[in-house]
């Protein structure tokens, strides 16, 4: 695990209030940006389960539309009061609040996600506690993250970019996932290179090709997902 300079949650919260009207039209309007986001959405039709979806990190509500289109009902949490504004628009149900202290009731969603977000809480651990808190049994929590691989640790080493997160091995996190009581059922890779040479190159066949690879080394990844089942309980044990 890389730990670079972590904001504070204020921070955070003032930083992304700022960056709130921008947030969708720069990360996802760009024919890379919309290739990053159906890559993504295809992994959360995987995976995921209905009816009840819960996203931690909601940003403007990229997903909001799309959950509610597969028939699901969607319900998000954001530390940000204008991001939480933008996605009001939608119509869907917010919570403005911390993704470490969760302020809902026990046991009440089928999915959990958290994507783009994970490696930017000082206590990503308590997420997990708290995803697996939230979630009925036999429910699922996806977790898309930044990676650490020998390749990042170099970049990070020649200060070219400024950083302030984690990066987690697929390993690290999968064991996140088993210490909260989740059963890891997947992990591996989501994308293979960096998110912004997506965004500036066009996206040719041969680079699809060579993203979805599955003879890709996973040292090479950039970004990462891991996936935990909130075990039923036993016969006679309550949820
Ligand atoms: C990079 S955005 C990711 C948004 C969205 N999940 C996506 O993939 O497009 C991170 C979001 O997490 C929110 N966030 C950061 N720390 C948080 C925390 N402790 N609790 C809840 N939300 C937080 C930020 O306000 C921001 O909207």
Known sequence: MIKTNLRSKSTVMKVYDKESPVYYPKRFSSEGGKYIDFIEKELLIRYGK???LFE?????????????????????????AQM??????????LVQGDAEEIPLRSSIF??????HTFHFLPSPLACVRESQRILKPG???????ETD??????????????????????????????????????????LKFPM???????????????????????WFATLGFAIG???????????
């Open 149 to 190: 691989n020998w390749l990042r640790r170099i970049v990070l080493r020649t200060h070219m970019f400024d950083s302030d997160q984690y990066y987690f091995r697929t390993q690290e996190v999968a064991a996140m996932i088993q210490s909260c009581a989740l059963t890891p059922m997947a992990q591996g890779s989501v």
């Open 110 to 115: 089928d999915t959990v996600i958290c994507l």
């Open 84 to 93: 939480l504004r933008l996605s009001r628009d939608n119509g869907c149900k």
């Open 56 to 80: 931690i990190g909601t940003a403007t509500g990229r997903f909001v539309g799309f959950v509610e289109k597969t028939g699901w009902d969607y319900t998000g949490i954001d530390i940000s």
């Open 139 to 145: 429910g699922l929590l996806i977790l898309i993250f």
């Open 229 to 239: 089942r909130k075990d039923e309980p036993e016969d006679g044990a309550l949820a």
């Open 196 to 218: 912004d040479l997506y965004r500036r190159l066009p996206i040719t066949k041969w680079l699809k090709q060579l993203d979805s690879s599955s003879h890709w080394p996973s």
């Open 50 to 52: 209905g009816p009840s």
